[in-house]
């Protein structure tokens, strides 16, 4: 699904990134970890096209992202609170993606249905702006933006951080249930082991821009890589 | 004799402290602003780019900033009156009514299309990345300059009142406006590299605001101009309004060329500006 092939970026003398070759296949479920400066956002960066590789590409579905706009057909993702529109309401937040996403009103509502133990009634029907709402409840509706209109890749950075521990559970039951079929790819990056062994079929590790590990999950998973950062 | 002022002055000094003693928690300054939501489902009818016409008339409605252009550019209308209210400056063909005319209908395009996309620079990483090509977002910001500057335009209608010339005029200028100066903003608004926070007022408030802006202004009032009095000196003053029109047309008619040009000049630029709109001031 997503092939990233020899990508690079340096600022200046500093390589932050280096990646010769990472296959992600179809349906799988990505999980990105790192200390603090390993690439994770840049990568993801690179991967919707915000940042310029130094060198390499990726392609995803076919499609080289820095060389055509489709790949934005199918792709949906939430890295941090620039992908809101703080002056409107989670409402309209949703009705601007999802008539994006080629969604009408009666498809939205529907959707959004989907999603009320999430919200836990923080975030439909409060009459606010989404910049008036807490680091948590602005991550839940980016999160559920990301994933409207059925996409066939999702891209979220650090999802599980300023979620309350409930909706922490709660996510990772959808990560789950939109997994269970092997059709959509979901790619994660973030600092919680537990998190990401637990709902991650691979885990690949960046240090410093590197690839250090790649691992298919398993039971073990979450020890070795306890073992791998507590240096 | 000083007892009285001396015992209001304790009653106030007792009155404030009172006040601000029942105000001094911070949870309690910090009211949320309610969300008004108005219905504008009226904009679906301008289909592909309806969600993003929507997006602009609910930052006119809930940012300040924007909000004043708007309301400067409807104080433009009326401006004109100083002008042609004065028959004898129409009658005797004064130059500077191409100015006037220019002025009448064109706030809202230089003022607001000048800081395209900075606009949007809070949440342009979204709009990079979600389900719309970047030329629909251009031609999206197209279409409201010229919806908003035609609304203008019918505002501007009362002027048949002071003469159907000055109203030619500001038809011309409102042409110039639409098919000329929207598209050469839209242009220079590649070259904008600062980020804007959208909750401060407009007055005394240079967010966003860098050389390029400057010129950009010189430039769209010294190039009609000087095109004008070129043919109003050599030809004469109503060839001089016609060339003013015809370059209003000329851009209308290649809008499409113009708009690949424009493009382009953005997908270059899109990860510089992408970088500088990251930066927080």
């Known amino acids: 699904m997503i092939t990233i092939n020899k990508v690079s970026k340096k600022y200046g003398q500093e390589e932050v990134l280096n990646i010769d070759k990472i296959e992600i296949l179809k349906g799988q479920t990505f999980g990105l970890v790192g200390n603090n400066g390993a690439g994770k956002t840049t990568l993801f960066n690179v991967l919707l096209d915000l940042i310029q590789p130094s060198s390499g590409e990726i392609i995803n579905n076919d499609i080289i992202v820095n060389k055509s706009e489709k790949w934005k057909t199918f792709t949906g993702s939430f890295i941090d609170e620039s992908f809101l529109i703080d002056y409107l309401t989670p409402e309209e937040y949703f009705e601007f993606i999802g008539n994006l996403r080629g969604m009408n009103k009666a498809d939205i509502t529907a959707f959004l249905i989907l999603f009320n133990d999430f919200f836990n009634n923080e975030i439909l029907g409060k009459k606010k702006y989404l910049r008036d709402l807490s680091k948590g409840n602005q991550k839940k509706a980016g999160i559920v933006a990301a994933m409207m209109g059925n996409p066939q890749v999702i891209i979220l950075d650090e999802p599980f951080a300023n979620l309350d521990p409930t909706t922490q559970i709660r996510l990772k039951e959808i990560i789950k249930n939109i997994t269970n079929n092997k059709e959509i790819t979901v790619l994660i990056s973030s600092h919680d082991l537990n998190h990401v062994t637990e709902v991650c079929d691979r885990i690949v590790v960046l240090e410093k821009g590197l690839l250090v590990k790649d691992i298919n999950t398993s039971p073990e998973t979450l020890k070795e890589l306890e073992h791998y950062f507590s240096i | ?281």
């Open chain 2, 1 to 281: 004799m000083f007892l009285i002022p001396a015992v209001i002055t304790l009653l106030f000094y007792y009155a404030n402290f009172r006040m601000l003693r029942t105000r001094i928690y911070l949870d309690n300054s910090t009211t949320v602003k309610k969300a008004n939501t108005t219905n504008l489902s009226f904009t679906e009818k301008l289909g592909d780019i309806a969600p993003f016409i929507k997006n602009d008339i609910r930052l006119i409605q809930r940012n300040k900033r924007a909000k004043t252009i708007l309301l400067i550019s409807i104080v433009h209308v009326f401006f004109g009156v100083v002008f042609f209210k004065d028959s004898s400056l129409v009658n005797n063909e004064f130059p500077f009514l191409v100015f006037a005319s220019l002025f009448v209908t064109g706030g809202f395009i230089q003022n607001y299309g000048q800081f395209i996309p900075t606009w949007d620079s809070q949440h342009f990483n979204m709009l990079m990345t979600q389900n719309i090509s970047y030329r629909k977002y251009l031609e999206s910001k197209w279409y409201l300059m010229v919806i908003v500057t035609c609304l203008l335009y019918f505002m501007s209608i009362p002027y048949l009142y002071f003469s159907l010339n000055s109203f030619l005029m500001i038809s011309v200028g409102t042409l110039f406006n639409i098919g000329f100066n929207s598209l050469v903003l839209l242009y220079f608004g590649s070259f904008n590299r600062k980020r804007l926070n959208l909750n401060n007022g407009l007055f005394g408030n240079s967010q966003g605001t860098g050389i390029i802006q400057y010129l950009i202004q010189a430039l769209l009032i010294v190039l009609p101009m000087s095109l004008f009095f070129i043919f109003d000196k050599f030809i004469g003053y109503n060839s001089g309004f016609i060339v003013i029109a015809l370059a209003g047309a000329i851009g209308l008619i290649f809008k499409n060329y113009f708009m690949n040009l424009i493009e382009n000049k953005y997908k270059k630029d899109k990860y510089i500006m992408i970088n500088a709109f990251n930066k927080e001031m």
